[in-house]
């Protein structure tokens, strides 16, 4: 995994060195303009104030004025190019994971929930950067300081240097103990209240059993207890937390005793000016801060690890197959199709024709396995075993991209974008459709009229609120398929949540539509089936029965079984 990650950062730095230099280049020259300033109030107080120097002043206070400004000129070249780096850099790995979202294979995509691209995405990718210059450059130059501090310590007093080298590590690993201890006393409280939050959670929710069992008096007196119990946990922890903190001070009030006692012992026997121990102190709290940055760095860097980890995995991921073969419409077939997922036998020994120019019907109880039929076609999933053709020639050979820009799978819930208008959601199959043809397509799906009904018509946006109803949305999203004029059309269960009125209409433009097409239907309601040239009846993944609507229901009992119960349904709907 480390060349992987070494790999990974090399790819997407290597764009941009130009931009990484500059913050590295800047981050350190502001790190040694920023790490001199205790040397010229050195100087003041040495030179100014105590040998009254008046003239070295102006010169001084020259100095500090030209250092100030070169460490802002300096300050602003690096936020400019932490911006440029931290927008192209985040921009490109996002575009590469978006892209890769697309090309995964569909038990990939099964296995990773979208709230987790979703983090990816945001915020791991965040990671990333922060591990590069929020946290990296900054451990870089933290550390630089904290020997460049050290090193001026030593120099003024070398005594002084060798106790803070000591006292510094050793102040913060014992700091780091008690916080330790206390963290166990925090994690016990969290238990305690997680337990007693779930113990009066179930109270509230079985509080009318309690009253008919008479067991009031019962549950006070526990939850007094509990209560009790809660209180010591707290008290504990406040007197932890307070432990923790005296402990704290007080080694740090330690420390600093022993480093101003022994700078006191220097000036006293002038070893040691006033200046020297103004600058002493100043980089002795630096040294310190530098330090703790430094330790913190490699606390965190797991956590930032674990996140590149998870972008790499992503885009590691298997990816579907890709073929160079041409698409050709002519009949669907399925042979012999065996089909499981997660040891769950879906389909067993499938074989059917979906002829071409005629309207083919899958109809079968839910879980039967009818949608599977439809993600095989599109190459969602590869069958187990068997094969599926078109015109002849397998799936598996055909270019996925050109096969699924010749089919349009319409299903009961479609993705529709909310906050877009009606005409973008349209156009998101052909973007230079013509306002004629986006018009022509919402005629075929009985939706113009309600469309020119509309303030903004074409344009109204679509509102999460639902301003369009259900059924308003269904026949928007029939009319992208009529408008995107597909070889092979998928209806799966599409005309569900639409009036029987309504159906029977776009049933009928479609009949028209699709002529020298491939029309596959997927449904039980008996609208939907009547006209329909051949239906397949499925159970358990195998085909019962095929022939008409009319057949069917005279020959085959578990398909008019299902029509009838589908047909009482949408009367008590009614």
């Known amino acids: 995994m480390i060349n992987q990650r070494i ?134 130059t933290s550390f630089l300081r904290f020997l460049i501090s ?30 330790n201890r206390f963290k166990v006393y925090v994690s016990k409280l969290k238990r305690e209240e997680a337990i007693y939050n779930s113990w009066f959670f179930d109270i509230l929710s079985g509080l009318r059993e309690l009253k008919y069992l008479s067991s009031t008096y019962y549950v006070r007196k526990n939850f007094f207890l509990k209560l009790k119990r809660m209180c010591f946990f707290d008290i504990k922890q406040e007197i932890e937390s307070s432990h923790n903190d005296n402990s704290q001070e007080m080694l740090n009030f330690i420390s600093d005793i022993i480093i101003y006692a022994i700078i006191a012992y220097a ?37 930032m690890f674990l996140s590149i980890d ?41 074989t059917l024709t979906i002829k071409r120019g005629e309207s083919t019907a899958i109809v079968g109880q839910s879980g039967s396995g009818k949608s599977t039929i439809a993600s095989l076609i599109l190459k969602f999933y590869e069958p187990t075993s068997g094969e599926v053709l078109i015109n002849n020639k397998s799936l598996q050979s055909i270019n996925t991209i ?18 877009e208008s009606i005409r973008n959601n349209l156009r998101m199959v052909k973007e230079n ?20 009904n509309l303030p903004q018509k074409l344009d109204e946006v679509i509102d999460i609120n639902n301003n369009l109803s259900s059924g308003q949305i269904q026949r928007i999203m029939l009319a992208r398929t009529f408008l995107r004029n597909s070889e092979i059309i998928i209806f799966d269960e599409a005309t569900s949540n639409l009036d029987i009125e309504t159906e029977i209409e776009i049933l009928e433009s479609l009949k028209k539509y699709s002529k020298d097409k491939t029309l ?55």
């Open 310 to 350: 998870r972008i790499i995995n992503l885009l590691n991921l298997q990816e579907e197959e890709k073929s160079n073969g041409k698409f050709e419409n002519g009949d669907i077939v399925l042979k012999n199709v065996h089909f499981a997922y997660d040891r769950n036998k879906i389909l067993d020994d499938l």
């Open 267 to 303: 000036i006293i026997f002038d070893s040691m000016t006033i200046g020297e121990f103004v600058a002493i102190n100043i980089y002795y709290g630096w040294s310190k801060y530098f330090f703790r940055n430094v330790i913190s760095f490699f606390v965190k860097k797991e956590r």
């Open 150 to 179: 050290i090193t001026y310590i030593c120099l003024f007093n070398i005594k002084v240097g060798l106790v803070v080298i000591f006292l510094i590590p050793l102040t913060y690993f014992l700091s780091n103990y008690f916080k």
């Open 7 to 140: 790999k990974f950062l090399k790819k997407y730095l290597g764009n941009y060195k130009g931009a990484t230099i500059n913050i590295t280049i800047s981050s350190i020259l502001v790190t040694i303009i920023g790490i001199n300033w205790p040397l010229i109030f050195k100087l003041i107080v040495d030179e100014v104030f105590i040998n009254n120097s008046v003239e070295i002043l102006k010169y001084l206070i020259g100095l500090y004025f030209f250092m100030f400004l070169f460490e802002k000129f300096i300050q602003f070249l690096w936020r400019l190019s932490d911006v440029i780096l931290s927008t192209e850099l985040l921009d490109s790995i996002r575009q590469d994971i978006f892209k890769k979202i697309f090309l995964l294979k569909s038990e990939e995509k099964d296995n990773i929930s979208s709230g987790q691209i979703v983090d990816i995405l945001n915020n791991d990718t965040k990671k990333v950067y922060e591990l590069i210059v929020s946290e990296g450059i900054l451990t870089i």
């Open 520 to 574: 596959l239907i997927i449904a039980y309601r008996a609208n939907a089936l009547k006209d329909v040239d051949n239906i397949y009846f499925i159970d358990q993944g195998k085909i019962i029965e095929k022939g008409t609507h009319s057949y069917l229901s005279e020959n085959c009992v578990l398909y008019s079984d299902l029509i009838k119960t589908s047909t009482k349904k949408e009367h008590v709907m009614s």
């Open 433 to 452: 459709a013509t306002d004629e043809e986006l018009w022509k397509a919402l005629k075929m799906s009985k939706a113009d009229e309600f469309v020119s």
């Open 402 to 419: 050109n096969l699924r820009n010749s089919i349009s799978i319409v299903r009961q819930e479609q993705t529709i974008f909310y906050s």
